[in-house]
């Protein structure tokens, strides 16, 4: 019976320790959506524009990603900062360039992402929605 008893019992363990799944940004933390993204995005005031972002963790806010050439502003002058919790992105209120902007979005995986936002310049409000898929 103690003959039995051992290898019933590796026979088990075997069976009952399964491989994690992948996982697909579920906690949505900065470190998984670094990197280089293509933005397709639709403008209500400037139609529809392709061009490329670069996502980096905030330097001192670990829950804080930042993005470079934000709006399609230029790389060095338009940084968005945007919050990350779970699956989800805030885009809180902030001026970038001379545009107020904010909203929100969803991390659908690790290569992309979908984000709603407004930018105001004092000329009118622009409705945006984009679509990231990174690159690298």
């Not at 003959?3 to 697909?24: H, R």
């Not at 001379?98 to 936002?117: E, P």
Request: proline share 1%; charged share 10%; net charge negative.
């Amino acid at each position: 019976m103690k003959k039995l008893i051992f290898p019933f019992l590796l026979l088990i363990s075997l069976f009952s320790c399964q491989k994690d799944e992948e996982n697909n940004n579920s906690s949505g933390s900065a470190i998984s959506i670094n990197g280089t993204w293509v933005c397709e995005e639709s403008s209500q005031l400037l139609g529809n524009s392709i061009y490329s972002v670069n996502i980096s963790p905030h330097s001192s806010i670990t829950n804080r990603v930042v993005m470079d050439n934000f709006y399609n502003l230029g790389v060095q002058i338009s940084n968005a900062q945007i919050d990350v919790s779970g699956n989800n992105l805030t885009l809180f209120s902030q001026n970038i360039n001379g545009f107020d902007v904010n909203g929100s979005g969803t991390i659908v995986n690790n290569s992309k992402i979908n984000l709603s936002y407004t930018a105001e310049d004092g000329s009118g409000i622009d409705n945006v929605t984009a679509v990231f898929t990174k690159t690298n």
